[in-house]
Nanobody, 123 residues
Framework: QVQLVESGGGLVQPGGSLRLSCAAS????????MGWYRQAPGKQRDLVAV???????HYADSVKGRFTISRDNAKNTVYLQMNSLKPEDTAVYYC?????????????????WGQGTQVTVSS
């Protein structure tokens, strides 16, 4: 089993910044990709940013130029630096990881989710 532990959410004023962290632990052979999604009340869960193992990143159009995703491979941790925050960024943010784990018969690849952390942007 693999666990994802998120931290860094909170309340911030428009124009402010927050930094989210997500650490993966457990039985990990390799991490194929790690990323962030967000979900506002009554809305679908949408991709914010993703970092694949080869170093390629992808961002939602709504956050390009304001958010930066980064990875510390030694710590199996992904970060989301959020700058110039807007009220429309308010949502629960979820860490996601595509992870391959060892098994006695070989390996298994599973998509994992963190518990979610609330980000509120308001005056």
């Amino acid at each position: 089993q693999v666990q994802l532990v998120e931290s860094g959410g909170g309340l911030v004023q428009p124009g402010g910044s927050l930094r989210l962290s997500c650490a993966a632990s457990g039985s990990i052979l390799r991490i194929n990709a790690m990323g962030w999604y967000r979900q506002a009340p009554g809305k679908q869960r949408d991709l914010v940013a993703v970092d694949v193992s080869g170093g390629t990143t992808h961002y939602a159009d709504s956050v390009k130029g304001r958010f930066t995703i980064s990875r510390d491979n030694a710590k199996n941790t992904v970060y989301l630096q959020m700058n110039s925050l807007k009220p429309e960024d308010t949502a629960v943010y979820y860490c996601n990881a595509d992870i391959t784990s060892p098994r006695s018969y070989g390996s298994v690849r599973v998509d994992y989710w963190g518990q979610g952390t609330q980000v509120t942007v308001s005056s």
